[in-house]
């Protein structure tokens, strides 16, 4: 296994119970969880958005219920606080019936259409004129998560490595010999859940990806009060078809903090956090790839729109009291930011559902966005599946 993220542990240890054969994860950084899966928003996804019948609507149904398992057996505060999402205007309402209509399909019994007045039961200081609340939508840690995963591999015989990063993979009779900066290994099978380097990883295995990661920058707000007490829990915009992202939202952490975010810019580091990180490499990956200049001019004023919004905090502000009016800007300042490892084809359109591509000897994750955390176990147990047929 190659990734000590949420998505390579899942898997190592639904491989590990399929198989009944202890796994090697190796993980480049010093600790699991490091990348995409320590920077996100910690939502469990209800899987609202999704299209019924598509992997990630699949995935994250019997993820999420697996995961609130999953905390609830290992002692991990994990609420089911509900979300609210808001109509700002006429606009959105074709795409409020559509998500509600979408919910259903995708077998959510609590999904409620509420209006004005019981909306603001929900979340007092919420605008916009329709909202669906979804019941079913829950938050946690899932650093904690990883955690309590890679425990889970080492204590069914397995091991973790950290500080020992993938190298390169040569097929071998009945197996491959990898190179890994730790020292080489030897396995029957390789899964790639390398997050934001699995194009790479892919090619390492003589593996073509169908895709290119492209790194979006995801960055979050933090709230100070006034603005902070205006939220409970989860409030969500409508979100735009067009795009994979679920919109800039306000979350209430389990320790109480209030965040607003992402956003979705270009990153030029894909592992750098920093606001002007740049690594030559990864920045020329993405400006030499037609895909990315294809997906630019599909869509440029979205693009400006959101750098417009990462730089300046009163455009953040106007954006966000769409969904609650009382936001000030002075109450907004730099959280965080995560970095989405999002797959774009040549003809820039971006990978919307799950990829997983399978090579004689392997099998690679090339696109596990959101809600990928919520649905880690069900993909694990999906990829243990594929694997299975692939060992002699
Ligand atoms: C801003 C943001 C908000 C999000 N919010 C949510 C949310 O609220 N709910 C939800 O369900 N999902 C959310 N997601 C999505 C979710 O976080 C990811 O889908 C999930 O974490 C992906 O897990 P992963 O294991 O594939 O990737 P990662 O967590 O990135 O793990 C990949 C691992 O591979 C390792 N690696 C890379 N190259 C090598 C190598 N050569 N050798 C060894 N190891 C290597 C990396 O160090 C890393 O640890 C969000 C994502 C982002 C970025």
Excluded at 60 to 77: L, V, Y
Excluded at 163 to 169: D, G, H, R, T
Excluded at 372 to 391: D, E, M, P
Aim: aromatic share 6%; charged share 25%.
């Amino acid at each position: 296994m190659v990734g000590g993220g949420i998505v390579g542990l899942a898997t190592a240890l639904a491989l590990q119970r399929a198989l009944g054969r202890p796994v090697v994860v190796v993980e480049a950084e010093p600790r699991v969880a490091v990348h995409q899966t320590g920077h996100n928003s910690g939502v469990i996804h209800s899987g609202l958005y999704y299209k019924p019948g598509s992997l990630k609507a699949r995935l994250c149904a019997e993820g999420r219920e697996a995961m609130f398992a999953f905390c609830a057996a290992h002692g991990i505060e994990a609420p089911r606080c509900g979300k609210l999402v808001v109509a700002a205007d006429e606009e959105d309402l074709p795409r409020l019936d559509e998500l509600e209509r979408r919910g259903r399909e995708n077998g959510l019994a609590g999904v409620k259409r509420v209006t004005p007045a019981e909306m603001r039961e929900i979340e007092p200081a919420v605008g916009g004129i329709a909202g669906l609340h979804v019941p079913e939508t829950g938050k946690t840690d899932f650093i904690k998560v990883a955690e309590a995963m890679a425990a889970d591999v080492r204590a069914g015989g397995g091991e973790v490595r950290t500080e020992s990063a993938f190298l390169s993979a040569r097929p071998v009779p009945g197996g491959l010999a990898i190179a890994t900066t730790a020292g080489p290994l030897d396995a029957a099978l390789l899964v790639n859940c390398a997050g934001l380097q699995c194009d790479r990883v892919a090619r390492k295995c003589r593996v073509k990806p169908p895709i290119r990661i492209v790194p979006f920058r995801g960055e979050y707000w933090g709230l100070s009060d006034p603005s902070a007490s205006l939220v409970r829990h989860l409030i969500y915009p409508v979100p735009d078809p067009r795009f994979p992202f679920l919109g800039v939202h306000f979350l209430r952490h389990l320790d109480g903090e209030v965040t607003a975010g992402p956003n979705a810019i270009p990153a030029w580091a894909r592992e750098g956090y920093r606001r002007f990180s740049l690594s030559p490499r990864d920045a020329l990956g993405t400006l030499l790839y037609p895909g990315f200049w294809r997906l630019a001019l599909r869509h440029p004023f979205t693009g400006l729109r959101e750098f417009a919004r990462s730089l300046s905090r009163r455009a953040s502000a106007h954006a966000l009291r769409r969904l609650v009016p009382g936001v000030r800007a002075a109450d907004l300042r730099y959280h965080h930011c995560g970095i989405r490892a999002q797959a774009v084809f040549p003809d820039g359109r971006l990978a919307d559902d799950f990829v997983i591509e399978e090579g004689e000897r392997s099998v690679h994750v090339l696109n596990a966005p959101s809600p990928a955390a919520t649905a880690s176990l069900a993909i694990g147990r999906h990829i243990a599946a594929i694997a299975a047929k692939r060992l002699p």
